[in-house]
């Protein structure tokens, strides 16, 4: 049968293409359900407190630098979206001092602004966000080289390179509304993909490149960093693919409730423990990677109940 067409918007792929008793079954399930579809491969944990959710986000990027030598680096990328865990990698680094000169970082993604990336400059830069929450605050005797900072520019090449002879310990993230990590929205509704969606197969081919921004990613961008002034947010952006992704050893979504929303949490969860990936839901294609962990904050999970405002 056809696919049905996006109610969101008639000209992208996404969530609401998916069948209807997917929706259905994700949205009636419990967070106690949740917790149950850990399986190997896929790790479901919960939080009780922010602050021991984002204690332990920030402990990832602790855990791997730790594990990083001069013959052996090692590295994490990293996410602007969350943000609450940057200063407190700071501080830990900082307290524990723990040397960073043979660490790496990689940031995930970055605004795509006049035909290259934003400049640090820029309000909504992602590169000046790492440096002003959690790298300008280390003290200058335990912090990381500026050249094992990669953040990604229009020109891929040199981004794309870093991830050659560094093993990435883990790569975090948050889940956006159109259920992507870093900036991997589902694709436009065109060419070979009017009737079906890149397969999984396919969609897994793409790396760090630039993309094109779902609307609902930008009115997302707009709501959670712009105070809902659609204007001031790009409308493309680069962003790390499923290439590097698959070269992480570990992926780590954190999902604090801030970004989406109940029925996006269950949605992802349900394809990726069920083994269900689909392009048009980017982050369920995590099915297929050896080592996920979804992060939940209990207070943030919600639920899918019809309550009206």
Not at 146 to 156: Q, R
Not at 167 to 182: E, L, S, Y
Request: glycine fraction near 6%.
């Amino acid at each position: 049968m056809p696919r049905k067409i996006s109610s969101i918007a008639p000209d992208w792929w996404d969530y609401t293409t998916l069948e209807n008793d997917l929706i259905q079954a994700a949205a009636a399930l419990t967070p106690a359900r949740m917790q149950e579809l850990s399986r190997p491969g896929f790790k479901v944990v919960f939080y009780d407190t922010l602050e021991d959710f984002y204690l332990a986000e920030a402990l990832e990027y602790i855990t791997a630098w730790r594990q990083s030598t001069p013959d052996n680096p090692v590295g994490i990328c990293g996410p602007i979206g969350p943000t609450e865990q940057l200063p407190l990698v700071a501080r830990l680094v900082n307290e524990l001092q723990i040397p960073l000169c043979s660490a790496h970082f990689w940031g995930m993604d970055e605004w795509f602004l006049n035909g290259r990336e934003a400049p640090a400059t820029h309000p909504l830069s992602f590169e000046r966000a790492d440096r002003e929450l959690c790298f300008n605050r280390i003290r200058p005797e335990l912090a990381m080289p500026d050249a094992n900072l990669h953040f990604p520019k229009g020109d891929t090449a040199a981004y794309r390179q870093s991830w050659q002879g560094v093993r990435c310990a883990v790569m975090q993230g948050g889940q956006g509304d159109i259920k992507h990590w870093a900036f991997n929205d589902p694709p436009k509704r065109s060419g070979q993909y009017l009737h079906q969606p890149p397969s999984p197969a396919e969609y897994r081919q793409l790396a760090t490149r630039v993309v094109d921004l779902h609307p609902i990613t930008i009115a997302q961008n707009a709501r959670t960093s712009g105070g809902g002034n659609i204007t001031l947010v790009p409308t493309q952006a680069i962003s790390v693919g499923p290439v590097e992704t698959w070269q992480a050893e570990k992926v780590s979504i954190w999902h604090a409730g801030r970004h989406d929303n109940p029925f996006g949490q269950r949605l992802t969860t349900l394809m990726i423990a069920e083994r269900l990936p689909d392009s048009s839901v980017p982050m369920s294609l995590l099915a297929d990677h050896p080592n996920v962990q979804f992060n939940f904050f209990r207070g943030g999970v919600g639920a899918c109940d019809v309550e009206m405002h």
